[in-house]
């Protein structure tokens, strides 16, 4: 549908999966914020998505996902404009050669993909509020992955700390660990009452760079394009009500569909406890509380998904 007047922010906007959906939405009109790390990258991204789908409202915004200061620094700037959010895809993600922490003293991968992810749209949850219509929520996409289907989850390795470090292993327990936070954050919000959808996607086996570069990585199939894996992102973030889009919530997609995110080993599930310890470990890595999940909308939702799952 045309998305005119629609605010869509996209992270990891200037390659791969994230520039491709960047196109996409750009091109059905809407005001898309890219939100890149890299600032030369990043205005060459951006001059690439206006020659292309000859769209002038496109902004880049300088933020490194995985930093809080760079986050904040974000943060203010957009509640200052008081600029409504109406779909956010979270695509920034990272396989790390080596480990490394952010100056906020998370290993990298987890930040990028857990930390970044949850801060930035919590804190901004009164914007998201403020694009969504009553027959028509706010929507956000997170952006996982097929490495996370043969990730047996470990809360107590989050860090990555434990062992010779291994950044595709840190990789998928980080996507594997969004998966089930998204989940868990789709029942906070609609028992509180928040307007909004949100999910993942498994954009599949995506021949990018960032795939390329996993070690171990070998596939005897013809990996899908860009486009191809943007696909759903796209389809979630830009379908009309009436394209059952909406009937998704919580959800892995891939390929328009929600799907089993334990395909490959029933065994990868968690287990209620350790689904609990994983929820409350980032509410305190994130420095917020059950106010902050939810926003105003708690008051008339009446309790938390947290609460009724005890």
Known sequence: MDLTGRNILITGANSGIGLAATKALARRNASVHMLC???ERGATAQTEVVQDTGNRNVH???????????????????????????????NAG???KSRSETPDGLELAWATMIWGTLYAPLKLLPQLQAGAKKDDPARVVHVCSGGMYAAYFDLDNVDSSKGKYDGTWAYANAKRAQAELVARLSQEWKAAGVNARINCVNPGWVDTPGLRDLDGFSSSSELRTPEMGADSIVWLAAAPPSSGVLDLQGEVVMDRAAENPHTFWGDTKLSETTKEQLWQHCLGMLGLGQGDVTGPAAAAGGGSAAAESR
């Open 37 to 39: 790390r890299n600032r």
């Open 60 to 90: 880049l915004h300088v933020v490194d996902v995985s930093e809080k200061a760079s986050v904040d620094s974000f943060i203010t700037k957009w509640q200052s404009d008081n600029t409504p959010i109406h779909v956010w895809v979270h």
């Open 94 to 96: 990272v396989v790390p």
